[in-house]
């Protein structure tokens, strides 16, 4: 549809230049401006009357009809139409962008109910959480975290349920619900992963829950951590990028010894995780869990942003807000003020007993 209006410039270009010059072409042209107001933006609606124009110019002195009452009614009636355009078009965005802005909040409003902010302290750790929503289109993502202290230890969570909008809202309410009960009363980590992923299914499988946009994809990335007071890092990893451990100023990936599918894919494999793995977690370590949102950030020559290297340049002098409200920066300049997709962070420190009994 937004070529149109060029097109019916382009055949009436070709008319005026051939023997089928006698047809009269004004009304024609004088449609493209008109068109360019419906299909295109003020920009295109500019362009299209600046082309029309041209062709009007070019047509008259090919025709030699200047000085003819013909042509500038032409000229007259184009131009007026041209304005009306440009000014209708001008409308027609600020109302869309109204209308946009305020889907864009409802839908964020709604997000916000089911995420929340960690708590800063939890039990040996130090923690902040930071949500980012991506700056194009109304629909939210389908990012989820959360950090809870229980019996067992520090809990977090963090997902990406694949797709959009509303139906993406409801998986993430559905997955943090489950997260949040089980956390509390089931000892085993793997568990608790297998929970959320029931709760997924038994909710995927209610007729008309979800658009097509989930249903397609039907997956869901998760991480589920535990911190106890030993100084380690418990992980269940399930198709999620891999956190990043910052220890002595060196930032690396907590890769599972085995990968295991998405939430939602389990029938594609013979065999899950049975225990989760542990890792080194000592005084002064910095935990950083993320969504795919912060790696598959691009700049303008299609360059992926560095986490590790941006984790290894803040370093762990800076509070946990603070560290990631760097990262947010970094990754708005690597992407020239703009995310592709949304972000969810959370970081955790660890700091030494003393400082907990404190």
């Not at 389908?142 to 809990?155: C, E, H, N």
Request: hydrophobic letters at 50%; charged letters at 20%; one cysteine or more.
């Amino acid at each position: 549809m937004q070529c149109v209006p060029f097109l019916i410039a382009l055949a009436v270009l070709v008319l005026e230049l051939t023997p089928a010059h006698f047809i009269y072409t004004g009304p024609f042209l004088t449609a493209v401006p008109a068109l360019a107001a419906v299909t295109l933006g003020p920009g295109g609606t500019t362009a299209a009357a600046a082309l029309a124009l041209v062709i009007s110019g070019v047509t008259a002195t090919y025709n030699e009809a200047w000085g003819t009452l013909q042509v500038y009614s032409n000229f007259l009636a184009l131009s007026l139409v041209s304005v009306a355009g440009f000014i209708t078009s001008r409308a027609m965005q600020e109302r869309r962008q109204r209308e946009l802005d305020q889907v864009r909040r409802i839908a964020v409003a709604a997000q916000d109910v089911v995420l929340r902010p960690v708590p800063e302290r939890l039990g040996p750790l130090r923690a902040a959480s930071l949500s980012l929503a991506a700056g194009t289109g109304a629909q939210v993502g389908g990012d989820l975290y959360d950090a809870v202290q229980t019996r067992f230890g520090i809990r977090m969570i963090v997902g990406d349920v694949r797709g959009k909008g509303l139906s993406a809202v409801r998986a993430v309410a559905v997955a943090l619900g489950a997260f949040r009960e089980a956390v509390h009363y089931e000892e085993d980590l793997v568990e608790v992963m297998n929970r959320c992923s029931a709760a997924l299914r038994r909710e995927v499988a209610v007729p008309g829950a979800y658009g097509q946009d989930v249903l397609l994809e039907g997956f869901v990335t998760a991480l589920i951590t535990q911190v106890p007071d030993e100084p380690v890092v418990q992980l269940v990893n399930r198709g999620h990028p891999a956190p990043l451990l910052l220890h002595g100023g060196r930032a690396a990936p907590l890769t599972p010894s085995l990968p295991a599918p998405p939430l939602g894919l389990e029938d594609l494999v013979s065999g899950l995780p049975e225990k989760p793995e542990s890792y080194s977690f000592v005084a002064g370590d910095r935990l950083l869990l993320y969504t795919d949102g912060v790696i598959e950030a691009r700049n303008r020559t299609g360059e992926f942003f560095a986490l590790p290297a941006a984790v290894e340049a803040i370093g762990g002098a800076a509070a946990p807000e603070q560290f990631l409200e760097e990262i947010h920066q970094a990754l708005i300049n690597h992407t020239g003020g703009e995310l592709a997709d949304d972000v969810a962070m959370i970081l955790a420190d660890r700091f030494g007993r003393a400082e907990h009994v404190l």
